[in-house]
């Protein structure tokens, strides 16, 4: 018999973000102490602060797509996602290669998101 892949709440949270789904996106992260550390030093606290964040960069993005390469899970509460973001500039689709790490609180919920950027090299 095949094994039974259970798909989690990282899973579940790609799922949304890849479909804008932000009451969906909602029900996976803490109501309370979430952080985001974004690529640039940018912090945002508190889900209802997040949820705001979020639809305010997605509804400037034209022609996104999400692709995730793959999710690790470290531990229980430890996640890395190798992922690309693509949206247009100019007209021109553009890809951003990244990581997030995740991680989660007693309750199973994300409760801190770090985005990680690649550079290409000079």
């Given at each position: 018999?095949?094994?039974?892949?259970?798909?989690?709440?990282?899973?579940?949270?790609?799922?949304?973000?890849?479909?804008?789904?932000?009451?969906?996106?909602a029900?996976?992260?803490?109501?309370?102490?979430?952080?985001?550390?974004?690529?640039?030093?940018?912090?945002?606290?508190?889900?209802?602060?997040?949820?705001?964040?979020?639809?305010?960069?997605?509804?400037?993005l034209?022609?996104?797509?999400?692709?995730?390469?793959?999710?690790?899970?470290?531990?229980?509460?430890?996640?890395?996602?190798?992922?690309?973001?693509?949206?247009?500039?100019?007209?021109?689709?553009?890809?951003?290669?990244?990581?997030?790490?995740?991680?989660?609180?007693?309750?199973?919920?994300?409760?801190?998101?770090?985005?990680?950027?690649?550079?290409?090299?000079?």
């Amino acid at each position: 018999m095949g094994q039974t892949v259970e798909t989690g709440v990282v899973e579940r949270y790609l799922a949304c973000l890849g479909t804008n789904d932000w009451d969906g996106l909602a029900a996976t992260v803490a109501d309370e102490d979430l952080i985001r550390d974004g690529p640039y030093c940018d912090v945002v606290e508190g889900k209802q602060r997040y949820l705001k964040f979020l639809r305010g960069v997605f509804a400037k993005l034209e022609g996104y797509r999400l692709n995730v390469r793959r999710v690790s899970h470290v531990s229980d509460r430890v996640s890395y996602v190798e992922l690309s973001e693509t949206f247009n500039i100019d007209g021109v689709p553009t890809e951003y290669p990244e990581c997030l790490v995740f991680e989660q609180n007693d309750d199973g919920l994300i409760n801190r998101v770090s985005v990680f950027i690649k550079q290409l090299g000079a």
